[in-house]
C-alpha cells in the first residue's frame, strides 16, 4: 500500500511541524477540558447558576469554540497540510475570530460585572447578563463576517495548516479594517478590564479583605492576545516579509493557550465557581458560606 507524503511546509523542519501540532493539540485538550468542565458544573449545580456565573459560562462556552479551532489546526499540521479547501479555509478563519473576539469581550462583561458585586450597591440581574452576552456574539459575528464579505481578508497561517487574518499585504483593505478592529475588540476590552480591577483594587485595600488577584485578568489578556495584536499591528505598518515563518506562528500559538488560562482564572479561581467545581466531580455538597460570597 502506498501512501502520500505531503512535503514539510516551506521555512519549517519537520520537527516544528511537529512541536506546534503538538502544541496546538495540547492546547486544545487542556483548555477543552477545562472549560466544558466549566460549563458541565454551571448546568448542573444549581447554586452556580448565579447572572455574574453566567458570564463566565458563556465566556467559557467561546473558549471551547477556540480550542475546537486550534484542534483543527493540529490536526492539519500532523497532515503536514490543510485537507479542507479555500472554503473550510474561510470557515476556519471565521470561526476563530468569532471566538477569539467573544472570548476576549467576555473577559471585559466579567470585569465589568465583578466592578458592579464589589464597587456598587447594584449587581447585574439575569435580563442585562443574557442580553450582554448576545449583543457580544453578535458583535463578534459582525466583525468575523467582514473578511468574508471583502473587508479584510482569511488566508492561510505560515505554516499553511490553518487560517487566520491575513496580515501579510498590508494594504489599505488591510489596514481599515485592522483600526477599528483593535480599538472596539481589543483596547476597550482590556480599558474595561483594567479600569474594572482598578477600582476593585481600591476597594479591597479599603476594606483589607482581597478576595482574588486584581491585576491577573488584565495581565492574562496582554500576555495571551498582546503578541498576535502587536504582530497584526506591525504589519499595517511595515511588511513581515523579513520574518522567519516559524517565528510568525508563535503569537497564534501563545493565543490558543488563552481558553485554558481564563478556565484557571475566572471558573477555577472564583471561590463560588470552584466550589459548584467540586461538587459536580465529588458530590460534595459546598458550604453556606461559598455560596454567600458569590465571586465572579
Known amino acids: ?153 482569511y488566508d492561510y497561517e505560515p505554516l499553511r495548516t490553518c487560517c487566520t487574518l491575513d496580515y501579510t499585504k498590508g494594504d489599505r483593505n488591510y489596514i481599515t479594517y485592522l483600526i477599528p478592529l483593535a480599538f472596539f475588540n481589543f483596547v476597550i476590552p482590556v480599558f474595561i478590564i483594567l479600569t474594572a480591577h482598578q477600582s476593585i483594587d481600591h476597594k479591597f485595600k479599603k476594606t483589607g479583605q482581597f478576595k482574588f488577584n486584581t491585576g491577573l485578568p488584565v495581565k492574562a489578556l496582554v500576555i495571551c492576545w498582546g503578541p498576535y495584536s502587536l504582530l497584526c499591528s506591525y504589519a499595517a505598518i511595515e511588511s513581515v516579509a523579513f520574518i522567519s515563518p516559524k517565528v510568525l506562528m508563535i503569537p497564534a500559538i501563545i493565543a490558543k493557550s488563552s481558553p485554558a488560562v481564563n478556565a484557571l482564572i475566572y471558573a477555577l479561581g472564583n471561590e463560588n465557581y470552584r466550589g459548584g467545581i467540586w461538587q459536580f466531580l465529588t458530590g460534595q455538597k459546598m458550604e453556606k458560606s461559598e455560596v454567600d460570597n458569590k465571586m465572579k
Open 1 to 153: 500500500m502506498v501512501t502520500t507524503a505531503y512535503p514539510i511546509p516551506e521555512g519549517f523542519t519537520e520537527l516544528e511541524v511537529f512541536v506546534i501540532g503538538t502544541a496546538l493539540l495540547v492546547e486544545a485538550l487542556l483548555g477543552f477540558s477545562l472549560n466544558m468542565l466549566t460549563i458541565v458544573s454551571y448546568w448542573k449545580i444549581k447554586e452556580v447558576r448565579t447572572p455574574g456565573n453566567f458570564l463566565v459560562f458563556n465566556l467559557a462556552l467561546s473558549d471551547c469554540g477556540i480550542c475546537i479551532n486550534a484542534f483543527i489546526a493540529a490536526f492539519s499540521s500532523f497532515l503536514r497540510y490543510w485537507p479542507y479547501g479555500s472554503e473550510g479555509c474561510q470557515i476556519h478563519g471565521f470561526h476563530g475570530f468569532l471566538t477569539a473576539l467573544t472570548s476576549i469581550s467576555s473577559a471585559a462583561a466579567v470585569a465589568w460585572d465583578r466592578y458592579h458585586q464589589y464597587c456598587t450597591r447594584s449587581k447585574l440581574q439575569w435580563g442585562s447578563v443574557v442580553s450582554m452576552a448576545m449583543f457580544l456574539w453578535l458583535f463578534s459575528a459582525f466583525w468575523a463576517a467582514m473578511p468574508l464579505l471583502g473587508w479584510g481578508e
